[in-house]
């Protein structure tokens, strides 16, 4: 099956611009998630979505941070205007189950490496 | 909000020798915990899923579990060069949705 599909790879931005993310989960998997990791930190949340409706976002900066997934498939996180502390990897993950277990793991995509300048 | 703590190291072992990775959670009522492998550059893959007390073994990897002292831990047996990599120690959140990670233990296994 395919995995994840993330893009870009890389996106090099000055402080205050927008940018966005996109992401295709593995076809079928309902649940889908965005993490940002900050170099030598672990993968830090940011807001799980259940096939178009939005489970948890608590951690989500949502003063900059947007993100949607309209058709339940997949989807477009946004920062704007972005800040110097947002310079990490955005991962996006999906399950094919609500709940997490060693049956319906979370595949990870290969990441947005964001750098902010 | 639970917290997922590890060393970050690095932790430095010869070929061949027992790399031990710990990790303590704070929310006692954690049910399930999970090791993820995260090679430079690349994004978390599982190794090992564990969610009983005791030992649960995978080929070289040992998962430990104990969790009236809220520690879980990974063996690797038999170290290989290939096995360098950052070790990320993640819990369930209490709505059993989504992963909470430490920040990782990094691993370097020297031939």
């Known amino acids: 099956e395919a995995g994840v599909a993330q893009s870009p790879r890389y996106k090099i931005i000055e402080k205050r611009q927008s940018v966005a993310f996109w992401c295709n989960p593995i076809?079928?998997?309902?649940?889908l998630y965005w993490y940002q990791q900050i170099l030598g930190q672990g993968p830090k949340l940011l807001i799980q979505?259940?096939?178009?409706?939005?489970?948890?976002d608590s951690q989500l900066p949502k003063d900059r941070f947007s993100a949607e997934r309209l058709k339940g498939v997949d989807s477009t996180l946004k920062i704007q205007p972005a800040k110097l502390e947002d310079s990490a990897v955005y991962l996006c993950?999906?399950?094919?189950?609500?709940?997490?277990?060693?049956?319906?793991?979370?595949?990870f995509g290969n990441g947005t490496r964001l750098t902010v300048t | 909000q639970k917290e997922v703590e590890q060393n970050s190291g690095p932790l430095s072992v010869p070929e061949g020798a027992i790399a031990s990775l710990n990790c303590t959670y704070s929310?006692?009522?954690?049910?399930?915990f999970f090791w993820y492998r995260q090679y430079s550059g690349k994004s978390p893959e599982l190794i090992m899923s564990?969610?009983?007390?005791g030992d649960k073994e995978d080929g070289r990897f040992t998962a430990q579990l104990n969790k009236a002292s809220q520690y879980v831990s990974l063996l690797i047996r038999d170290s290989q060069p290939s096995d360098s990599a950052t070790y990320l120690c993640?819990?369930?959140?209490?709505?059993?949705?989504?992963?909470?990670f430490g920040k990782g233990t990094t691993l370097s296994v020297s031939s």
């Open positions: 993640a819990v369930l959140n209490q709505a059993g949705t989504a992963l909470i």
């Open positions: 076809s079928g998997h309902a649940t």
């Open positions: 993950a999906s399950s094919s189950t609500s709940s997490v277990q060693a049956t319906s793991p979370l595949h």
């Open positions: 564990i969610y009983s007390n």
């Open positions: 979505f259940q096939n178009n409706g939005v489970v948890d």
């Open positions: 929310d006692r009522v954690s049910q399930s």
